[in-house]
């Protein structure tokens, strides 16, 4: 590995070189079928300076008219050219791609991987055009509950207005592009985003998770993000990092990830930073969440106070290539009832910045106490929120009908409530639906004391939507009684002398039932106890042991147990008492007959 560790810069350079050099043949391929249909000739490259201080590369054009060729012969031509390019570079960009990811995974299995090696080679993945960066699956990372703490305040930069610079934000962004947000998390508790969109907030930068105290999610970004996008608000994110170097961010990037990919957002992604650090280490953390977020085509953005901007790691670097979330409150607007208004002065910052944190103020509807407040110098037109529409709860069945066996106690088969159950929200996510049984005097009751206890009820599906409130939907849980009514008499049967059963005698002659159904039951199988007059033993005989056996009742009593399937009550047994009567020889008549003359000769 030291040797891989040591070769690591080269090898880098080498495969970033073969990746860059396939790009930009594609991309002034690209560039001059884009402008052909302008007629326009790409003349020269130059840098120029963007109105909010970065640099951009921005082709110089000179129109010009054909004189020998149609536009559609030179569009052919071009197209021609593309192709030919496209298949020339396409085996040389794929192989480096190929060595890109082989050294990020071996990069990212090797202990002796430093921080700053492993973000140049993620840096070098995502900007190679190949895709996103590979993450992590969420069962490979650690994730923890939400713990984490309120956030602090004690380090906050608060100064009043108009005792810095001015800065020049105002002129650098126009008017129109200037737009009202907020920041939220699990500390601003149950927000009714409705009246937050109606109080004039565009978007919301909403929490997902941090990795301060473990990598965890918090615990209202599912409700909150639902209830901005239902409402209009366009949504971003922040992640809380804890990260001090690049291996650490790129768990969290790909934590973040996993939390995020299914919902629609427009607003940066932002790697917030509230610790200390290494001044390197966190720049190259900052650097690597942000360069995998870019690769899944969101906008990344880092996050931090003034002052940590200035000292805390390399601000210049990083407002170079990501855009920037400043945090700088000033008195008017920190924990008052003031917010930021068009016209107001702005917080002087020594570089460009895209969104300010301005101050903590209690002034937005739908959100009971204090939040964070921002404005931004950049929007998004023609926006839409995909998958809006109205609220949907699905329940297939609304009739449930069981029998509860009345001798059993059980019902005929069990019940699964959330069967067929689905429940949709107004931007198309499916939620968690709950329900309620409620009994004929309009009260809830457990479900295991409902299906014990014969009756009709209520049962009562809803789920919270972000936009429509509580949507419900009512089905109807029947529980009816099952009794059954058994013919089983007692039998009375004389043996032979030796205490046989006769031949071709039945257990089973006029033994039947039924249930309150008018549900024949099934007779499924009968057994003869015999027990033990002095003992108390019991001895159980099957039917062919019962015909067989010699019934002694002078030490012995007898019972028969039949076991019926009862519709809808399952299996039930009833018992009849059998009594035998064993047939005398002629001595014990002729004893008997003796016997009974002197009784009657005695009471004479």
């Excluded at 884009?34 to 110089?60: D, F, L, M, P």
């Excluded at 969440?289 to 940590?308: D, H």
């Excluded at 920190?334 to 002034?363: C, E, I, N, P």
């Excluded at 479900?447 to 014969?454: C, H, T």
Aim: include cysteine; hydrophobic fraction near 35%.
């Amino acid at each position: 590995m030291k040797g891989f560790i040591e070769g690591l810069a080269g090898k880098l350079a080498v495969v970033w070189k073969s990746v860059f050099v396939a790009h930009a043949k594609i991309c002034i391929i690209t560039g001059a079928v884009a402008v052909s249909g302008t007629a326009a000739t790409v003349t020269g490259v130059e840098y120029v300076k963007h109105n909010n201080t970065k640099n951009v590369v921005q082709a110089q054009e000179t129109e010009h008219e054909s004189e020998t060729e149609t536009e559609s012969e030179r569009l052919d031509k071009l197209n021609k050219i593309l192709a030919e390019t496209q298949e020339e570079t396409a085996e040389e960009e794929s192989s480096s791609v190929e060595e890109l990811e082989s050294l990020m995974e071996e990069a990212l299995s090797s202990d002796d991987t430093t921080s700053e090696e492993l973000n140049q080679i993620i840096e070098a993945v995502a900007d190679s055009g190949a895709g996103p960066v590979a993450v992590k699956d969420i069962e490979e990372l650690e994730v923890v509950e939400d713990n984490s703490s309120e956030p602090s305040r004690e380090d906050a930069e608060v100064s009043d207005s108009g005792t810095e610079e001015t800065s020049s934000s105002d002129q650098i962004y126009e008017v129109n592009q200037l737009v009202y947000g907020i920041d939220v998390s699990r500390w601003q508790g149950d927000i009714d985003w409705s009246k937050v969109a109606a109080d004039g907030i565009t978007f919301a930068m909403i929490k997902c998770g941090g990795g301060d105290d473990g990598l965890y999610e918090d615990r209202k970004f599912k409700q909150n993000i639902q209830g901005a996008l239902a409402n209009g608000i366009q949504v971003g994110i922040y992640f809380y990092s804890g990260a001090t170097d690049a291996k650490t961010a790129y768990d969290e990037a790909s934590f973040c990830i996993n939390l995020i990919k299914d919902y629609q957002i427009t607003y940066p992604v932002a790697f917030d930073w509230e610790l200390d650090g290494d001044y390197n280490s966190v720049t190259e953390a900052c650097e690597t969440f942000c360069n995998v977020i870019k690769s899944y085509g969101y906008q990344p953005m880092v996050y931090s106070n003034r002052n940590r901007w200035y000292n805390n790691f390399n601000g210049e670097k990083l407002s170079n290539k990501f855009k920037v979330w400043m945090a700088a409150y000033w008195s008017e607007y920190y924990y008052t009832s003031t917010r930021w208004t068009y016209g107001d002065d702005l917080a002087s910052f020594k570089w460009h910045y895209d969104m300010w944190q301005y101050g903590v103020t209690d002034t937005v509807d739908g959100i009971d106490g204090y939040v964070d407040m921002n404005i931004a110098f950049f929007g998004y037109a023609n926006y839409k929120v995909n998958g809006a529409q109205d609220a949907a709860l699905t329940v297939t069945n609304t009739n449930i009908t069981r029998y509860l066996g009345h001798d059993s106690g059980k019902l005929n088969e069990g019940v699964d409530f959330m069967s067929g159950v689905k429940g949709v929200n107004s931007i198309g996510y499916e939620m968690d639906v709950d329900y309620d049984i409620i009994n004929s005097s309009g009260n809830s009751v457990d479900e295991e004391d409902a299906l014990s206890q014969p009756g009709r009820y209520t049962v009562r599906y809803s789920f919270k939507d972000p936009k429509s409130g509580n949507i419900t939907k009512d089905a109807v849980l029947n529980i009816v009684d099952v009794t059954a009514k058994f013919v089983t008499p007692d039998i009375n049967v004389q043996s032979d002398v030796s205490g046989r059963l006769p031949a071709g005698f039945s257990f089973v002659n006029g033994v039947s039932g039924t249930n309150s159904l008018s549900e024949n039951a099934t007779l499924t199988q009968y057994e003869v106890i015999k027990r033990n007059i002095a003992t108390g033993e019991e001895i159980t005989m099957s039917p062919e042991q019962a015909l067989a056996n010699v019934y002694d009742v002078k030490n012995y009593t007898y019972s028969v147990v039949y076991y019926f399937d009862v519709p809808k009550d399952g299996t039930v047994k009833q018992t009849a008492v059998m009594t035998v009567i064993v047939k005398e020889t002629e001595t014990e008549k002729e004893t008997q007959k003796e016997t009974t003359e002197e009784t009657v000769i005695n009471n004479k």
